[in-house]
């Protein structure tokens, strides 16, 4: 069933079944409520100071700008959050919202494992149950995230319908919220699925341009011109995009994972080769096969490898606001190798993905341009992968 809540432009609403609606509504009227909250405000903003170490760095990579030769490239360092990544953002917000409205217990999907650290963390800090659902086929891939989420007290349950990945994670969260929403939040972890949650999720990460803006006029006194970030679910980019919008001259630019290429079945980039259609309760552009069913997709990068893009980000490119470029495996592992070595940081392949693209454009565009990166997270946990990549097979 669906209204007309949550929609950008034809996209998001609620598509979801009359069982879950109740939980949505109950939702929507808290987060409505603590939003305006004062009280709610401040202890998020202490969470996010003292625990994530936010403000993140807007830091000036004049290493890598010198060596491409073209635009000022800054990098906006979500890596050095506490958990390494921007998920914690939303993470945080969600877990506090749960904890106002009385819920005792989290549940989460998680794909590579990312979110599902990010949710027991949460869950540890403020006391709170945690259930993890995540693909059988992840399990095995991310073992050490597997044990990581135990460690914090989560329990992690294998999910072994469909394809036992990501997708089906998230089937069987959202089943399970149906099942019992007197005591549980779904901590949702992208800017998809039904209205509220792209909404939340979106000013939850909003933080970031945010953020980026007030530091920006302080170090150049003016706006960048292009701010760009990777996408998978496209929390990270949102709230890259999201003080920025009104913005015109500002170019927000979405970097979605090609994986072999977009003219193989061996990708993920929605916007570029996806189709509108309705899956995980929201109308958006989804990655289907030639009978609408949703596809399976493939990137190097766990993160980026979901089959759907967030509604916002699907109503920026039909009104042209924003752009999405696709960037294939192996322009991201160079991209993850190049940044290593010129400025010393090791980005997450997902957010080597926009690394890449920054490295296409920056040496022909002019010395006083500025492009922010959003390097989404730290890339320690890629390392096996990216050797393996390389031919080179190491113990994790
Ligand atoms: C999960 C993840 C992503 C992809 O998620 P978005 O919702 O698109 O931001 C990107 N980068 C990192 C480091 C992640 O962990």
Redesign the pocket.
């Known amino acids: 069933m669906t209204n007309q809540a949550g929609r950008f432009g034809i996209h998001g609403g609620q598509y979801i079944p009359e069982t879950l609606m109740n939980a949505v509504i109950e939702l929507e009227a808290a987060y409505n409520h603590y939003k305006n909250d004062p009280q709610f405000n401040a202890e998020l903003e202490t969470l996010f100071n003292e625990y994530a170490n936010r403000p993140s760095r807007l830091y000036y990579a004049e290493k890598l700008t010198k060596a491409l030769g073209g635009a000022k490239i800054y990098l906006k360092r979500e890596d050095l959050n506490h958990t390494g990544?921007?998920?914690i953002n939303n993470v945080l917000g969600q877990a506090l919202l749960a904890k106002k409205m009385g819920k005792t217990r989290l549940i989460a999907e998680t794909g590579?494992g990312?979110?599902g650290v990010a949710t027991a963390t949460a869950a540890a800090l403020m006391g709170m149950e945690c259930v993890v659902f995540m693909g059988e086929e992840d399990t095995k891939r991310q073992a050490l995230n597997v044990y990581r989420m135990r460690l914090l007290g989560a329990e992690v349950i294998p999910v072994k319908t469909g394809t036992a990945t990501l997708k089906d994670a998230v089937s069987e969260a959202m089943r399970e919220w149906t099942n019992r929403i007197d005591d549980t939040h779904y901590c949702l972890?992208?800017?998809m699925g039904p209205h509220p949650f792209p909404t939340i999720v979106r000013d939850f990460q909003a933080v970031i341009s945010k953020e980026i803006k007030a530091q920006m006029l302080e170090k150049e006194g003016r706006l960048p011109d292009i701010v760009m970030?990777?996408?998978?679910?496209?929390?990270?980019?949102i709230g890259t995009f999201y003080h920025f919008i009104e913005d015109k001259d500002v170019r927000l630019i979405g970097c979605e994972a090609a994986g072999r290429g977009i003219d193989t079945l061996e990708t993920a980039a929605t916007i570029n080769t996806g189709k509108l259609g309705i899956f995980h309760g929201m109308k958006s552009y989804f990655c289907q096969d030639e009978y609408g069913q949703i596809a399976p997709v493939y990137s190097i990068s766990a993160?980026?490898d979901y089959p759907g893009i967030g509604p916002e980000h699907a109503h920026l490119h039909d009104i042209g606001r924003a752009e999405y470029v696709a960037v294939t495996d192996d322009e991201a592992v160079n991209a993850f190798e190049y940044l290593s070595r010129t400025e010393g940081i090791i980005p997450?392949i997902?957010?080597a993905h926009a690394v890449a693209h920054a490295l296409k454009i920056a040496p022909d565009m002019d010395k006083d341009k500025i492009i922010v990166i959003t390097i989404?997270?730290r890339g320690d946990k890629d390392c096996a992968a990216i050797a393996r990549y390389r031919g080179e097979d190491i113990h994790e």
């Open positions: 990544a921007h998920k590579a990312q979110h972890g992208s800017v970030a990777c996408v998978g679910g496209g929390s990270n980019a993160g980026l997450a997902e957010s989404s997270g």
